[in-house]
């Protein structure tokens, strides 16, 4: 096993041009998480491209090469005796024992209770962040988003080979029932479905166990794949389901429904902003702390945003609502209302405004 450690030492690491993310890493240990294909990897490699060479090592720790057994008891001394200060274990698993070295990085879907790691959350590429892969900031740009979503990868991946790309991608990534789990999740995207709902649908084609399935469930939550929406003072009320990327509806299902689509690109987009949101019937999102409502309406028109507005008026009394932003492909403009500020705001501006 030392000799595998001294040539992974001697590798120079290879990177290709590194588009900067909203994420950045300092002399800090971390644990970073996020889904396949999120970046993880090209983000800890471009830090250690500002490192001195002698002083890191870096460990796919899904190389075939490695035996857990012989790496942990060899890393520790391997380390000390070449004076490594930035050790990162990527694709790490827990059966890798964690040792004392100045700066530990380790990259995983799942969060591992370490707690002396800043623990990081990196998901796909915002639109904002999507912006520095092209060439011009224009309307071509808000649809080629719309195509690509935001996997990195995606930028360097022909047109035709992009669904059996991701497809790939996946069967690597998650197991067969998390994959049937994610596919009809895939068909509800902004909806609400439930565990057991998953479960009534996938047991007349598959012979499957309940509680396999509700733990497959869970783990697709807690990696990332799936993401569930809390409806506003009603905790276990059935939850609205969105996917953790725009190009997965494409990628597993022929289903065709540009609204819902829209509304899971506005998620993604509170979400890695860190805003506090629920949903109410009529409400796509609600965001208290600004006491403000987000609805996703890519063709709307004042005639329409009226009606839609009638529709959820006792719920802007009820929460007091103060501003009611309708996200839209291009229409922009603004109505009066009694207690709330009405304006509607073309996507691409809304999600590079703050």
Known sequence: MEILLEDLYKTDINLEKFHFRKLFLEDLSYQINGISQSGKTKLVKNYLLGLKKSSYIYIDCRDLRIDVEELNKTLSIFCNKYKINTLVLDNYIEDIQIINVPQLIICSELHHKIDFL????????????????????????????????????????????????????????????????????????????????????????????????YKSFESLSEKGYIHQLQKVNHPKAIRKIYLCDISLKSALTIDKNFSKLFENMIYLELLKSDKECFYDDGIDFYLPQSDEVILGMPFADERTLFKKMEAIEAFLFTYQVKKVITITMSTEGSMSHPISRVEMIPFDIWAIGD
């Open 118 to 213: 800043t623990s990081v959350k990196l998901y796909p590429l915002d639109y904002e962040e999507f912006l520095a892969y092209e060439h011009k900031y224009d309307s071509t740009a808000l649809n080629h988003f719309f195509k690509l979503g935001g996997f990195p990868s995606m930028h360097k991946i022909s047109n035709d080979e992009r669904v059996v790309y991701i497809q790939k991608i996946l069967r690597h990534a998650l197991s067969a029932m998390e994959l049937d789990i994610l596919i009809f999740c895939t068909k509800m995207m902004a909806q609400k479905i439930s565990p057991y709902s998953v479960y009534e649908r996938l047991r007349h084609t598959k012979k499957i166990s309940k509680d396999k399935l």
